[in-house]
C-alpha cells in the first residue's frame, strides 16, 4: 500500500519575525566596526607606498606614472591623497577649504630616489611635468629652486 503524502504546511509569516532581531543585531554590531575602524585612522608619519601606475591622482585622476614628479598630501584625519604632479597637490589643497587640516605633505625628489617633506622643499622650473605645471621637487638650498609658496603661486595664478 502506498503512503499518503501530506502537504507542506504554509508558511505563517513567523520566519520573518524571528530574522529580524538577527538582522538589526547585524546592522548594529556592523555600525559599531564601521565606527571603531574610522574613528582610529591616523594620519601618515611618512610618505605611503604607491601603485605606480595604478594609483589616480586625486585632482586630475591621471594614474602615477612618473616618481619623479609624485607628490602626497595627508589629512589629520587619516585620509592619504596623491598626486601625479606637484601642481595638483597645490590646485587640490586650494580647493580643499579651511575646514581640512593637513598633517603633512612630501614630494618626490625630481633628482634622486625618495620624497621629501614640505618644510625641505623648494621647486625648479622644469619644462615638461606630468600635467604640465612646471616644477619639480628638490631639496630647499637647491641653485636656481624657488619656495613652495612661489612655486605655489604660479600654478594657481596659471
Known amino acids: ?71 602626497q598630501l595627508a589629512t589629520a584625519d587619516g585620509t592619504t591623497y596623491f598626486y601625479d604632479d606637484p601642481g595638483c597637490l597645490m590646485l587640490h589643497q586650494s580647493s580643499l577649504g579651511a575646514a581640512t587640516t593637513i598633517h603633512a605633505r612630501w614630494f618626490h625628489d625630481v633628482e634622486k630616489e625618495g620624497w621629501i617633506e614640505a618644510a625641505e622643499v623648494s621647486f625648479l622650473r622644469i619644462e615638461n611635468t606630468p600635467m604640465d605645471y612646471g616644477f619639480g621637487a628638490v631639496h630647499r638650498g637647491s641653485p636656481l629652486a624657488v619656495s613652495l609658496e612661489e612655486a605655489t603661486a604660479e600654478v594657481l595664478a596659471q
Open 1 to 71: 500500500m502506498r503512503p499518503k503524502l501530506h502537504p507542506l504546511p504554509a508558511s505563517s509569516g513567523q520566519t520573518g519575525i524571528a530574522a529580524a532581531p538577527l538582522l538589526l543585531l547585524g546592522a548594529v554590531i556592523g555600525a559599531i566596526v564601521l565606527f571603531v575602524v574610522l574613528s582610529n585612522r591616523q594620519a601618515a608619519d611618512g610618505p605611503v607606498p604607491v601603485i605606480w601606475d595604478k594609483t589616480p591622482c586625486a585632482y586630475c585622476a591621471m594614474h602615477l606614472g612618473e616618481p619623479r614628479f609624485a607628490a
